[in-house]
Antibody, heavy 119, light 107 residues
Framework: QVQVVESGGGLVKPGESLRLSCVAS????????MNWIRQAPGKGPEWLSF????????VYADSVRGRFTISRDNDKQSVYLQMNNLRVEDTAVYYC????????????WGQGTVVTVSS | DIQMTQSPSSLSAFVGDRVTITCRAS??????LNWFQHKPGKAPRLLIH???SLQSGVPSRFSGSGSGTDFTLTISSLQPDDFATYYC?????????FGPGAKVDIK
């Protein structure tokens, strides 16, 4: 079955860290760029970052640059999002998504993992 | 950053109606415009990419048009499975911004 499945969300306090994981199956993971996208309650989705198939290129949105780091392990068919210095405004559903091209066009999304940042 | 706007923000329609949602970019994005369908608790679904290309497996009642700054998603005959929120997104330049969404519900 062609899918991506996110995990690692939870409730954390401002300033704390969290690492999200996404495991892919049913396709040749190493052929694809991968994205992280989030959606805060009541808002449209917000693209956060993508990583190239061989990890040579990473791009970030300004809102997370310097705090979040995307990485991948092709042997484990996985992509990760290390989130440091979390803020209340980072509260959202976080989605992992396969890219149809070379960044920004997500053709296969997971169901998401919920991150809540609250004191 | 490129700003995306959508109208209407919500609409009510009957099964069988023709539904049109518009999307506007704050600058020229060529045809780098994508449409997604999202239902609560489900993974978002890519419907249209490159402004007009129907994603594999998507019913032909969905179509997209436009270029530059103005785009349209049309559902030719609304079906019960189509009640959802629809988002446009530009993939011309990062950050790849989304519109605020258009919720389609049953009249």
């Amino acid at each position: 079955q062609v899918q991506v499945v996110e995990s690692g969300g939870g409730l954390v306090k401002p300033g704390e860290s969290l690492r999200l994981s996404c495991v892919a199956s049913g396709f040749i993971f190493s052929d694809y760029y991968m994205n992280w996208i989030r959606q805060a309650p009541g808002k449209g989705p917000e693209w956060l970052s993508f990583i190239s198939s061989g990890s040579t290129t990473t791009v970030y949105a300004d809102s997370v640059r310097g705090r979040f780091t995307i990485s991948r392990d092709n042997d484990k068919q996985s992509v990760y999002l290390q989130m440091n210095n979390l803020r209340v405004e980072d509260t959202a559903v976080y989605y992992c998504a396969r890219d149809l091209t070379t960044g920004g066009l997500a053709d296969l999304w997971g169901q998401g993992t919920v991150v809540t940042v609250s004191s | 950053d490129i700003q995306m706007t959508q109208s209407p923000s919500s609409l009510s329609a009957f099964v069988g109606d023709r539904v049109t949602i518009t999307c506007r970019a704050s600058q020229n994005i060529g045809i780098y415009l994508n449409w997604f369908q999202h239902k609560p608790g489900k993974a978002p679904r890519l419907l249209i990419h490159g402004a007009t290309s129907l994603q594999s497996g998507v019913p032909s009642r969905f179509s997209g048009s436009g270029s530059g700054t103005d785009f349209t998603l049309t559902i030719s005959s609304l079906q019960p499975d189509d009640f959802a929120t629809y988002y446009c997104q530009q993939s011309n330049n990062p950050p790849f911004t989304f519109g605020p969404g258009a919720k389609v519900d049953i009249k």
